[in-house]
């Protein structure tokens, strides 16, 4: 018989502050702003921020991150009775790599409508081939998940638009 899972919600949001610090750092390295803790038995043991760019890895998603330094502290490739924290929605490519993790609770906070593959754009947490079951849970903090998110794309718009004025002022 299996034995019931408890789930303890009260630090959620502590946790999901940590993977926004995360997400913060990353903007400010000019990474797209998300961010992730892995947590076992209560302490943080992976962490990570999106930086694709800065490491020349399209692998390099915060996830992806968080869980690499997670497997490696604990000294296994799973991590069982663990939650990872994430502040958007994973994609296909981190949820193949929570499955496989052995992650047991996925939490995130905002949704990602063009790649999320939780809700949005599916829902592979629930195939029927999976030999591993992931609880999900969305919506943590998702308005500060989302915030961040928007604030960054809306300031490299901007910036954007300032080089183009400045080039149209300049003749080119």
Not at 38 to 55: A, D, L, T, Y
């Amino acid at each position: 018989m299996k034995r019931p899972v408890i789930i303890d919600r009260s630090l959620d949001e502590f946790f999901m502050q940590q993977a926004l610090a995360l997400a913060a750092e990353g903007a400010r390295a000019g990474e797209v702003p998300v961010g992730a803790v892995v947590v076992q038995h209560g302490e943080v043991v992976g962490r990570g921020f999106n930086c694709p760019i800065s490491r020349h890895d399209p692998s390099a998603h915060a996830e992806m991150v968080a869980i690499r330094e997670a497997a490696a502290r604990v000294g296994n490739y799973r991590l069982p009775d663990s939650t990872l924290y994430v502040t958007l929605e994973p994609c296909s490519m981190c949820a193949g790599l929570i499955v496989h993790s052995r992650v047991q609770r996925v939490v995130y906070g905002a949704t990602e409508p063009k790649a999320g593959v939780a809700i949005s754009r599916g829902q592979f947490f629930s195939e029927a081939f999976l030999n591993h079951r992931v609880l999900v849970e969305g919506g943590v903090m998702a308005d500060a998940c989302s915030a961040i998110l928007s604030e960054f794309f809306r300031a490299r718009r901007l910036k954007a638009r300032a080089g183009d004025a400045l080039q149209d002022e300049m003749g080119e």
